[in-house]
Nanobody, 122 residues
Framework: VQLQASGGGLVQAGGSLRLSCAAS????????MGWFRQAPGKEREFVSR????????DYADSVKGRFTISRDNARTTVYLLMNNLKPEDTANYYC????????????????WGKGTQVTVSS
């Protein structure tokens, strides 16, 4: 099982980025997906989660209204569209996957990808 995140970069405050997380090595069916982030010197924090069907999503309060999670099961890929980025969004962003929605939300998912760095300049 492999998750590969991509799409990070350097952007000015107010700008946008779209992160992607591609899953490979197993069936994507039934798996919830989530995004987390970790800034230097801080603990990893939950950003967003999406159910297998895509009908259920959750967001951290800090990103509600600015970030949108979506998925394309045919491409086994999950996306995180980040608008109106702020300097405090600067972090390494990780994707995670598990059959259990609660594990994804709690940050205890079985599968994790390597992060992609997002840097927002002021």
């Amino acid at each position: 099982v492999q998750l590969q995140a991509s799409g990070g970069g350097l952007v000015q405050a107010g700008g946008s980025l779209r992160l992607s997380c591609a899953a490979s090595g197993r069936s994507f069916s039934g798996y919830d997906m989530g995004w987390f982030r970790q800034a230097p010197g801080k603990e990893r924090e939950f950003v967003s989660r999406i159910s297998w069907s895509g009908r259920n999503t959750d967001y951290a309060d800090s990103v509600k209204g600015r970030f949108t999670i979506s998925r394309d099961n045919a491409r086994t890929t999950v996306y995180l569209l980040m608008n109106n980025l702020k300097p405090e969004d600067t972090a390494n962003y990780y994707c995670a996957s598990d059959l259990s929605p609660s594990k994804v939300a709690a940050g205890t998912a079985n599968y994790w990808g390597k992060g992609t760095q997002v840097t927002v300049s002021s």
